[in-house]
């Protein structure tokens, strides 16, 4: 079974960075278009950005896009979320699976809180 560890959350001003990682376990890894959601206090969880198995095509909501890219290392089992001119509404808790969400224990999450 696929097993999910977010990290690289943190506290930043608007229009700064963060990368988040999602390290996967699982011999299947490679096989799998993954995504990241998020969920922000009080709303659904929402999709954010996905990619490929191979990396040829990524897919981004509208509110994140030309600000994130989401990449992975198949030989690490990890995929990335490289956010820019982070925006208070970007304030939420970051998720990744597969997309769509096929692994039913998410992980932990990463908080990501940006300050105005």
């Known amino acids: 079974q696929v097993q999910l560890v977010e990290s690289g959350g943190g506290l930043v001003q608007a229009g700064g960075s963060l990368r988040l990682s999602c390290a996967a376990s699982g011999r299947t890894f490679a096989t799998y278009t993954m995504g990241w959601f998020r969920q922000a206090p009080g709303k659904e969880r929402e999709f954010v950005a996905a990619?490929?198995?191979?990396?040829?095509?990524?897919n981004y909501a509208d509110s994140v896009k030309g600000r994130f890219t989401v990449s992975r290392d198949n030989a690490k089992k990890t995929v990335y979320l490289q956010m820019t001119s982070l925006k208070p509404e970007d304030t939420a808790v970051y998720y990744c699976n597969t997309n769509p969400p096929r692994i039913s224990g998410w992980g932990k999450g990463t908080l990501v809180t940006v300050s105005s």
């Open positions: 990619i490929t198995w191979n990396s040829v095509i990524t």
